[in-house]
């Protein structure tokens, strides 16, 4: 059984740009949702998703916006990057709330920002 | 809101000796607890969950933890480390469709 992929597993971009990160999780999971881990700050919750609708969303700027697809694949945007949103961006998936069934997380996402 | 608070940013043992990694959890309800463990460059894998079914939870890799409600706890144990325990551990609560982590415990392992 496949787990969560990310893509793409490193990235590079330049302060201003905008970024798009993709997420696809375990066959038949339909919760999808969307950390950041820092040094500084540790694995703080960005957004969670469910059947393409968002349930909870963390204490993030506007610039950070993410959805999901009809096929439960997801993706996160960031615009107008900041040197501060170099972090290593993990996607997690889980079959239903995942409040007492757990979550499947991915490899991740290494953003740089120069 | 519920949050866990993990004492110890790093411990270090020996080969063969035990593991505890120590993790408190505030929570105005029964709460759901992992231990997650993420190993350099990689994502976080489980290691156990509690759901309230036992409290006593076994997990892979030869981990345990006990959930204690009268000292807020859920501490994870390993009797004897390996080398290839080594990594970085993560305690976790879920609520409202998210996990709040604990800022995590790096673990050393001597040889």
């Known amino acids: 059984k496949a787990g969560v992929t990310q893509t793409p597993r490193y990235l590079i971009k330049t302060r201003g740009q905008q970024v798009t990160l993709s997420c696809s999780p375990i066959?038949?999971?339909?919760?999808v949702s969307w950390y950041q881990q820092t040094p500084g700050q540790g694995l703080q919750f960005l957004f969670e998703y469910f059947s393409e609708t968002q349930r909870n969303k963390g204490n993030f700027p506007g610039r950070f916006s993410g959805r999901q697809f009809s096929n439960s694949r997801s993706e996160m945007n960031v615009s107008t990057l900041e040197l501060g949103d170099s972090a290593l961006y993990l996607c997690?998936?889980?079959?239903?709330?995942?409040?007492?069934?757990?979550?499947?997380f991915g490899s991740g996402t290494r953003l740089t920002v120069v | 809101a519920q949050s866990v608070t993990q004492l110890g940013s790093h411990v270090s043992v020996s080969e063969g000796a035990l593991v505890l990694l120590r993790c408190n959890y505030s929570?105005?309800?029964?709460?759901?607890l992992f231990w997650y463990v993420q190993y350099p460059n990689q994502g976080l894998q489980l290691l156990l969950k509690y759901t309230s079914a036992a409290t006593l939870v076994k997990g892979i890799n030869g981990f345990e933890a006990e959930f204690k409600k009268s000292e807020t706890s859920f501490h994870l144990t390993k009797p004897s480390a390996h080398m290839s325990d080594a990594a970085e551990y993560f305690c976790a609560v879920s609520a409202d469709y998210k996990l709040s982590f604990g800022a995590g415990t790096t673990v050393t392992v001597r040889a």
């Open positions: 929570s105005s309800v029964p709460p759901y």
């Open positions: 997690a998936s889980s079959q239903t709330t995942g409040s007492d069934y757990g979550y499947t």
């Open positions: 066959s038949g999971h339909r919760s």
